[in-house]
């Protein structure tokens, strides 16, 4: 089984900032793999960013990086120069290595940018 | 390219009425996915397809219909909706379940409305 704790409802950043989504986990698997989505309020669900859980470098796409510590089952998100087109909410999911490719997912953050 | 589109946006029913959701992709995948999302929470998990075969059906209410006709098309049957079915309806697709490393990408989604 798995489980996905976002732990922060709503989160808000300055324009040009750096911020960071929290996601901790739960899994019995030894292979899972961590993944962000994104979805603005038109309701497109956007992948983000993937982190596998041998991978030994953090995943890095753009401006997302995932910090990704595995002994805390933390997979963080971290956004850099934020833009007023990253306001959305945010989900993190797992699949485990048992579960399929079926998705879990965290009950989001919605991140909003100020100008 | 990695799309998923989704006809309608935007699909409004009666509880007598039947009608379908329709899903596409042309990416090669061979899984495809529904899932069903309130307004502020994650999306649930109704079907899976895998190689044209239901793979999943994660006790989805029988006024729920998947259909998959082949590899790149996705349909979703809808007949005697109830109210509380009311939500975006969203489609994913993934080279092919079962690895953990697989990821879904979705479509923009249908926002379904039962009068």
């Known amino acids: 089984a798995q489980k996905i704790t976002q732990t922060q409802p709503g989160m808000f950043v300055q324009e040009k900032e750096a911020v960071t989504l929290d996601c901790t986990y739960d899994t019995s698997d030894q292979s899972y793999g961590l993944f962000w989505y994104k979805q603005p309020s038109s309701g497109e669900m956007i992948f983000l960013i993937y982190q596998g859980s041998y991978d030994e470098q953090n995943a890095t796409e753009g401006r997302y990086s995932l910090n990704f510590q595995k002994a805390r089952k933390s997979a963080n998100l971290v956004i850099s120069a934020s833009q007023l087109g990253d306001s959305a909410m945010y989900f993190c999911?797992?699949?485990?290595?048992?579960?399929?490719?079926?998705?879990?997912f965290g009950q989001g953050t919605i991140l909003t940018v100020h100008p | 390219d990695t799309e998923v589109t989704q006809t309608p946006k935007h699909l409004v029913m009666g509880m007598t009425n039947k009608k379908s959701l329709k899903c596409e992709q042309h990416m090669g995948h061979r899984a495809m996915y529904w899932y069903k999302q309130k307004a502020k929470k994650p999306p649930e998990l109704m079907f899976v397809?895998?190689?044209?075969?239901?793979?999943i059906n994660e006790s989805v209410p029988s006024r729920f219909s998947p259909e998959c006709p082949n590899s790149s098309l996705l349909n979703l049957h809808l007949h005697a909706l109830q109210p509380e079915d009311s939500a975006l309806y969203l489609c994913?697709?993934?080279?092919?379940?079962?690895?953990?490393?697989?990821?879904?990408?979705f479509g923009p989604g249908t926002r379904l409305t039962v009068l």
């Open positions: 999911a797992i699949a485990g290595g048992t579960s399929y490719g079926k998705l879990t």
């Open positions: 994913a697709s993934s080279q092919d379940r079962g690895v953990y490393t697989d990821t879904q990408y």
């Open positions: 397809y895998s190689y044209e075969k239901l793979s």
